[in-house]
């Protein structure tokens, strides 16, 4: 029996079975929408079958008998990180993450993203660093998964354009404004996602104090408020000034640090 592990805009991911053995299976939805899912499922397939990363969710191969490929990819064995994080109702022995496992999560998510900025000829943007794109294999180590909006920044250059496909909240400024985008927009989204992970808020909330964006809130209340260098570090990827946020290698690094003095 399949059963579903997320459900995108687009797709359905099911933990499934070949030959008697665990995979995921990722379907798109051959429906219209606002998306050309034919040319999601295309540009993940180019970018997924180059990745080779503990922190990446390794890419089989894909079946290529229906009108848009069925994609199939290593076996995952828990919800998204948004579950793990939020849906305490589905969850019967729901147990809040510590702060140690908190920041795993962080550090492998910054060296997934660092391996697609660094380890290739053209950095790879991701574009869609968000909690439900991060999923979990049996030994709970994190996963990136769903490279559909994924792009390359052409040789030469240092930025490019490809119109605004990100998801609402994530988006940093300067991509918003002017369309383009290069890897300090994933760093931006890494420094949102991080403040949710942190604070198991959600991106977007709506309050009597008007603070609707996470970023907001967090830096309203770290004003008058000692906080910590983890805290201190997403505060730097959030800067409005994309030259001021810091690169995902350095991000890495730093969360590697952290997360190492947490375990003393």
Not at 42 to 52: H, K, P, R, V, Y
Not at 146 to 155: G, Q, V
Not at 186 to 202: A, I, K, P
């Amino acid at each position: 029996m399949r059963k579903r592990v997320k459900i995108d805009a687009f797709y359905i991911l099911y933990k499934g079975f070949m030959q008697e053995h665990s995979i995921s299976v990722m379907k798109f939805e051959d429906e219209p929408s606002m998306w050309d899912t034919s040319q999601c499922c295309l540009n993940d397939i180019a970018f997924a079958s180059q990745m080779c990363h503990k922190n990446v969710l390794k890419f089989i191969g894909c079946c290529l008998e229906t009108q848009i490929p069925i994609l199939v990819f290593d076996p995952v064995n828990y919800d998204t990180l948004a579950a793990r994080l939020y849906d305490r109702d589905h969850q019967p022995h729901f147990e809040p993450l510590l702060l140690t496992q908190r920041l795993k999560i962080a550090m492998e998510i910054a060296n997934a993203v660092s391996y697609l900025h660094v380890g290739f000829p053209r950095p790879i943007v991701f574009r869609s660093i968000k909690l439900s794109n991060i999923l979990f294999d049996e030994e709970y180590v994190a996963k990136l998964f769903n490279m559909t909006l994924s792009a390359t920044i052409p040789e030469g250059e240092t930025h490019t354009k490809d119109g605004l496909k990100a998801t609402m909240g994530y988006v940093a400024p300067e991509y918003a404004v002017t369309g383009y985008f290069n890897e300090k927009c994933d760093v931006y989204s890494f420094g949102l996602l991080s403040f949710q992970l942190l604070t198991g808020r959600h991106i977007i909330e709506f309050d009597d104090d008007h603070d609707y964006l996470l970023g907001d809130r967090v830096k309203r209340f770290t004003e008058n408020n000692r906080f910590n260098e983890i805290i201190d570090l997403a505060l730097k990827c959030v800067s409005d000034l994309a030259e001021d946020r810091p690169t995902m290698v350095d991000v890495a690094k730093q969360l590697r640090q952290l997360y190492l003095t947490s375990l003393n």
